[in-house]
């Protein structure tokens, strides 16, 4: 079955800019709109950006990073990337990237593949 890894997270300072990589195996991505959400401690799980299948490739932002955050997809290496410039104390959270067919969906219910992490803090 599909499994998702995430990876690019750790300590970064405010302002930094790093790279999420979701990268899949077991399956491609191209059918699949991908999503990136993030928990901290003490929240609820929030979605904060997602890419539409690779045949349309539509994105979407949470009001919290547009214009910070930018989500892409190289097919060729069945990975998505969200890149995150400008960071603030207030993203620190765990970062998962889900699954979901075609179309970005609204409902957090609709995504069906999820990875296990990775820990983005950010703090001077």
């Known amino acids: 079955q599909l499994q998702l890894v995430e990876s690019g997270g750790g300590l970064v300072q405010p302002g930094g800019s790093p790279r999420l990589s979701c990268v899949a195996s077991g399956g491609t991505l191209d059918t699949y709109a991908v999503g990136w959400f993030r928990q901290a401690p003490g929240k609820e799980r929030e979605g904060v950006s997602c890419?539409?299948?690779?045949?349309?490739?539509?994105?979407h932002y949470a009001d919290s990073v547009k214009g910070r955050f930018t989500i892409s997809r190289d097919n060729a290496k069945n990975t998505v990337y969200l890149r995150m410039n400008s960071v603030k104390p207030e993203d620190t959270a765990v970062y998962y990237c889900a699954t979901a067919p075609w179309v970005c969906p609204t409902a957090e219910l609709e995504y069906d593949h999820w990875g296990q992490g990775t820990q983005v803090t950010v703090s001077s």
């Open positions: 890419i539409d299948s690779s045949y349309g490739g539509n994105t």
